[in-house]
């Protein structure tokens, strides 16, 4: 889809469909909806007064324009009450008023900057909502479908702003939202992937493609490589598979004055079955999604490839399945990480921790400094935050702050839980070093309490997105399926760490 900002009068754009905006309680319409209803002879405020029209957010309302406006139609989209508007209803605004134009199929469509006027919202800001709200409410994974020829998709938008004064930040944001939008349906894309295609090599491959289009470093290593670098972690999760385990490097050099680089570490498990410790049958298919964290970091270094922020950043993916074949690991089985330590593996479900423990250890070795890992790591930060809100642990308050503001601007919920010292007894193991589950009693938090023993102080910040990755109804612009989370973060958190210099 084709996003652009042009100058004009709404009311006189030409387009399949024009969308503007009303505020719940608004008697009679304002702003750049008011020159629409004045050009339908007051149709809109009639609306208005007849109940029809009640500004709920989200409540699209279809009005066809009969040859009075050079648009064919206009979406009226309810923002809800004025003083509660956030750039995060502006995304969920667009991406259902863009939905149900689509469903009518147009191709060509435009909108005002939801929230730009007397809502008082960034202008900047707006144009990255509005392209985010589309692009991803507009996402759809259909790629082993057979074809519609019936469906038509949305070809164009236009952000139409009348003062030009706002045109170029709501060009920047726009151009930015595109960006950042498109990275995350291409997390999606990978994480909807069926498990026999998004194999461990095609992940690599993926990246490795990707790496190539947009000019990022790409590494992959191979089994006798990690075997040769001591990930015995990693080779232990495996070594029940048939297919050969992968470690992606991307490299990304946006400040050549630094030697500094921003670690980003994403669990790739391109398939879970729990290993000898089988997971129960139902549902499992979604554990083809056990690679989310992956898809999330690989996706966020296509953005900031693209929107080339003045900072250097090093993502590192082990990438495996977990199955119980004749050479799977067995609970009781002791592994040796990277870093000599040995753990002892009292459940082999418990895998995503000990593939992110050499590949934290491998990003020690390069010196990464802050680290952030995103995982679909535990069950138990579903029982803990629901399907809707991340988890975040680290050793690092300052870093977790900034985490934390970077998912508020993505509209992407993530709440910190405590790295309490006592919980790290339960990981305590009586013939290793440490073991990998401290049983189901706070079980995020010895998880993460896990991690940390392979970060050796390093600045670290621990996201578990198991809740969120995968959402199974439709809402706005949350698409049911894959979705994404983390990218958005992600590059926020990126953007922001360079423009700040930090």
């Known amino acids: 889809m084709e996003l ?13 469909a024009i969308m503007v905006n009303i ?4 008697e009679y319409p304002t702003g750049a909806m008011a020159a629409v209803d004045e050009a339908l002879d007051n149709t809109i405020t009639q609306l208005i007064n007849d109940g029809e029209i009640k500004g709920k957010l989200n409540e699209v309302t279809l009005i066809h ?12 989209i309810g923002l809800g009450k004025q003083q509660e508007l956030t750039l995060e209803k502006v995304r969920g605004a667009t991406a259902t008023g863009c939905q149900q134009l689509k469903k009518i199929k147009l191709e060509k469509i435009a909108t005002v900057a939801h929230g730009a006027g007397v809502g008082q919202l960034d202008n900047e800001k707006v144009g990255q909502s509005i392209a985010e709200g589309a692009i ?17 998709e949305i070809k164009e938008l236009s952000i139409v702003e009348w003062d030009e004064e706002k045109i170029p930040s709501l060009e920047r944001g726009c151009n930015r939202g595109k960006i950042i939008a498109e990275a995350t349906n291409f997390a999606r894309d990978m994480v909807n992937e069926p498990s026999n295609t998004m194999t461990p090599s095609r992940m690599a491959e993926t990246a490795s493609e990707m790496a190539k289009v947009y000019g990022l470093k790409c590494t992959i290593l191979n089994k006798k490589q990690i075997s040769q670098m001591g990930m015995g972690a990693l080779l232990g999760v495996a070594q029940g598979s048939h297919q050969e385990p992968k470690l992606i490097v991307l490299n990304y050099e946006g400040d050549s004055t630094s030697k500094t680089a921003l670690g980003l570490v994403g669990k790739g498990i391109t398939f879970d079955s729990g290993g000898i410790s089988i997971k129960p049958s139902k549902d499992m298919w979604e554990m083809k999604g056990d690679m989310a964290g992956a898809a999330a970091v690989i996706s966020t270094m296509k953005a900031i490839a693209d929107l080339k922020p003045k900072i250097n950043v090093t ?6 399945e977990n199955l119980p074949g004749g050479g799977a690991l067995k609970p009781g089985d002791i592994l040796k990480a990277m870093n000599n330590k040995t753990i002892e593996v009292d459940n082999t479900d418990a895998e995503g921790r000990l593939i992110l423990a050499d590949a934290l250890c491998y990003a020690r070795k390069l010196e990464l400094s802050p680290i952030v890992d995103v995982a679909t790591l535990t069950g138990a930060c579903v029982i803990a935050l629901g399907d809707k809100c991340c988890g975040i642990l680290g050793n690092n308050q300052e870093l977790i702050d900034k985490v934390r503001q970077a998912s508020d601007d993505a509209g992407e919920c993530i709440w910190q839980l ?7 007894e339960q990981i305590k193991s009586d013939v290793a070093d440490i073991k990998n589950v401290g049983g189901r009693a706070a079980g995020t938090i010895t998880a993460a309490q896990f991690l940390e023993a392979f970060v050796s102080g390093t600045p670290w910040a621990h996201i578990d997105i198991a809740g969120p990755s995968l959402y199974r109804e439709t809402k706005t612009y949350r698409i049911k399926g894959a ?3 983390a990218v958005r973060t992600l590059t926020n958190l990126i953007l922001t760490l360079a423009e700040k210099g930090d």
């Open 23 to 26: 505020f719940e309680g608004i």
């Open 136 to 152: 991803l409410g507009l996402y759809h994974f259909n790629k082993y479908l057979a074809p519609d020829l019936e469906s038509r």
């Open 65 to 76: 324009t009969m040859g009075k406006m050079p648009a064919a139609r206009i979406a009226i």
């Open 483 to 485: 979705t994404g989370i």
């Open 315 to 320: 993502a590192l993916v082990p990438a495996t």
């Open 4 to 16: 652009k900002v042009v100058s004009g009068n709404i009311s006189e754009f030409s387009a399949d």
């Open 418 to 424: 405590p790295m309490i010292p006592e919980y790290g």
